[in-house]
């Protein structure tokens, strides 16, 4: 399974950064990982100039999971079984798109093949990268048996 990381923008913050480093090595074990980041402007139509560069950076035929505060939220283990089926439906690509302050256009939600909301809480982009990132691992030590979850 190959997972790709749509996001806007660099993490900045070193401490979450070193996080991030930490789960994309803990998950590669997994599943092989990248980024594609988008970079980050300002301008007049925001959501629809980063939906248009997120868009790009999604390959045909590969499957769109959007994070979004009006996605589905699940539990840890839910989210294990979610991605258990995403396999035995030989999904072979998933692209994981968080977009910009502004959240996502709706040609990027119009794309999606699944939504996500990671909390009813709102998070900094850069902060939900790393608990989606964490949360990616700890479905895969649920799917194992590993005690990380525990």
Same mark, same amino acid.
């Given at each position: ?14 401490? /979450?950064?070193? /996080?991030?480093?930490? %789960? ?19 301008? &007049? ?58 959240? &996502? ?10 939504? =996500? ?14 608990? =989606?990132?964490?949360?990616? %691992? ?9 005690? %990380?979850?525990?």
């Amino acid at each position: 399974m190959r997972f790709t990381f749509v996001w806007v923008g660099k993490t900045r913050n070193k401490h /979450l950064l070193a /996080l991030q480093e930490d %789960y994309f090595t803990r998950l590669s074990r997994f599943a092989e990982c990248s980024v594609a980041e988008v970079r980050e402007f300002a301008s &007049v139509n925001l959501r629809e100039d980063e939906g248009k560069r997120i868009l790009e950076k999604l390959r045909p035929g590969t499957f769109v999971c959007v994070l979004d505060e009006k996605g589905m939220q699940e539990t840890s283990h839910a989210f294990a079984d979610r991605l258990k089926g995403w396999q035995e439906r030989s999904i072979r690509e998933i692209a994981f798109v968080i977009g910009g302050a502004e959240g &996502v256009s709706a040609a990027v939600a119009e794309r999606a093949d699944h939504t =996500l909301s990671l909390s009813f809480l709102t998070f900094t982009h850069e902060m939900a990268r790393v608990f =989606l990132l964490e949360q990616l %691992y700890r479905a895969f030590t649920i799917l194992k048996g590993f005690p %990380y979850q525990k």
